[in-house]
């Protein structure tokens, strides 16, 4: 933030405290709706060269300032019984705060400002499900559309108008103009966006404040006017509209009795674009890759062109919710035919950490560099800081139309590849094997003091290692899965930490998480295992394993796999005496890798022992001992 923007969150926070010290009943939307007014006042009194602010009695002159203003546009201010309700004592201490500052010089979002600074400590959002975007991601969705920037540009669900206040910014910066249309269901929050416009000297710009069901209501799009040529927004998609007429004016809404808020508001952005019309909005990953939503991608590529698909993290809109959701760029189709290839990214960082305060680390100026060099048709070059990003074709998404990342990661188009071209049978986990389903309660089924037990910190990623361990009985109140020896234990949560274990012959059988499946290999019409056993093991903790899985790994906090999405993986199965030898070979391999890992051990404590001796020596020697 600029050193102007700075003093413009200082001066929030200042203005804050005046209105809640001196009109100690005010609510913290009442001090927002005082705090917004008194900056378009501000701002108004600097194009008008009034003074009022710095008139020896600032009171009366501001209360007739705001009453001449309010003569002209009624629905600027929020107040309505009184010009300015607070005491002559608290409008007076905000003056003399803002009278120290130029506000015609600060090019921030300030009623973006008042309304986080306001909330930021609340963690609440609005009945609306509204929050504040932060201002690298709405920075880096206008980079998105740089290049399509111009005519007719739409925030269906503006909030305090972020977004259409940076966009008029980058479009004056390049001696630009521009039509802006904010809709918005909160009027607060409308009069917010009408207020930052204001400041923005935006004049010709259109705010709708739409009660109800907002720019989903019906007769928005032609309310507005529609054929937008730039649709941007972050809409809200946590509440569900359950409004007949309303669902019935979507394609996604009829014959349902509610659907996601989220969900039409895609639906309505594609309504809003005209033909060759783009759009950049925020969509939660159920629209990326949820099942039950697969109606709403069908509709998107039946309508648009792909352009991008970014990633979020988890953090990305801390600490207003914590949720996965990516950015989508889409063309309006204007007739029939493919579409470029579409930009995959994934950002690691975003500037913010989990308790919403910014931190340095931003993938996002990367992504758009690279963004950029893709629309150039130029080498994106390599990935920075924890993001990624490739280009695939998303017109071939299969009959679920998955638009999320991992779906058409290079990685898993690599495996099935593979697979596919491997001189071995290929069969999926559930022909190779079967589930050992034995769940026990330790508490009530099992004999003695203590039982063997491995739970999932009992076993190593990576390694193939687990370290059974012995559990009082009654310290185990749930069910636990039964395992013997010569079976295969893989973990379900976090599968990419490839906790998959072989139970060694000799080793007593025992009880496993049941966040694990144990399974065991069938066997073929010799009574040979199909795949011998430490051989799955080391082929489900593979790239080969991995690469499948990355699509159907479900949930947020505690990724998991599902049962079912397990045994439908894909493995090759040698024939049983190359799988003899491949795991005599690997043995082998592993053994001299441990030779190697002693040897350099014991190498690198004897150079820790040299290096002593020597400082050893030295500061003997300075002190003449030696």
Known sequence: ???????????????????????????????????????????????????????????????????????????????????????????????????????????????????????????????????????????????????????????????????????????????????LV??????????????????????????????????????????????????????????DTTDRATLDDFVLGRGRASRRRGVLFVERCLDLLRPGGVACMVVDESITSGRAQADVRTLILERAAMLAVVALPETAFMPYASVRTSILLFERKSGPG????????????????PSGESHPEDDLPGILRAHRAHVGAMSTGEPCGQAEWFTARTEGAGSDARLDI??????????????????????????????RYEPVRPDRDIDGLTFTHVGLSDMEPHTGLMRPV????????????????????????????????FVPLDQPAGHVSPECVVLVSRTDDAGRPVLLPGLLAELLRSDVTMDQVRHIVTGIGRPRLGTAALMSLSLPVPPPDEQARMLADLHEALAMARKLQDRARLALEEARRREKEGRDALLLDAFGVR
Not at 14 to 21: P, Q
Not at 470 to 499: F, N, T, W
Request: hydrophobic letters at 40%; aromatic letters at 4%; glycine letters at 10%.
């Open 1 to 179: 933030m600029s050193e102007e923007g700075a003093r413009a969150r200082r001066l929030v926070e200042g203005l804050n405290r005046d209105i809640r010290d001196g009109e100690g009943t005010s609510s913290l939307m009442e001090r927002f709706d005082l705090l917004s007014g008194l900056i378009v006042l501000k701002v108004m009194d600097e194009r008008l060269g009034c003074q009022a602010f710095r008139d020896p009695a600032p009171a009366p002159a501001l209360r007739a300032l705001a009453s001449r203003i309010a003569a002209d546009d009624t629905g600027l201010f929020a107040w309505r019984t009184l010009p300015i309700p607070v005491s002559d004592a608290t409008l007076s201490a905000c003056a003399a705060r803002l009278a120290r500052i130029d506000l015609l010089s600060v090019g921030d979002d300030l009623a973006g400002l008042a309304y986080e600074e306001l909330l930021r400590r609340t963690f609440d959002k609005g009945d609306n499900q509204q929050f504040f975007t932060p201002r690298n991601v709405v920075d880096f969705m206008l980079g998105l559309v740089s290049d399509r920037l111009a005519g007719r540009v739409c925030d269906p669900a503006c909030g305090t108008g972020g977004f259409l206040v940076r966009a008029l910014a980058m479009l004056r910066d390049r001696g630009l103009g521009a039509h």
């Open 182 to 239: 904010g809709m918005e269901v909160d009027e607060r929050l409308a009069r917010a966006t009408r207020a930052n416009l204001v400041l923005c000297a935006a004049d010709d710009a259109k705010v709708r404040h739409l009660p109800g069901s907002g720019s989903l209501a019906q007769g928005a799009v032609e309310l507005s006017g529609g054929d937008f040529d730039v649709v941007i927004t972050n809409p809200p998609f946590g509440s």
């Open 338 to 353: 493919k579409g470029p290839e579409t930009f995959f990214a994934r950002a690691g960082q975003v500037g913010r950490r």
């Open 406 to 435: 991992a779906a058409h990661h290079p990685d898993r188009l690599r495996v099935a590849k593979l697979l596919e071209s491997s001189r071995h049978p290929v069969l999926t986990l559930s022909s190779i094997c079967e589930r």
């Open 470 to 501: 012995q559990v009082a009985r009654h310290s185990v109140k749930g069910p636990v899965l039964r395992y013997m020896p010569g079976d295969v234990i893989m973990s379900r949560l976090r599968p990419e930490l490839r906790k998959v274990c």
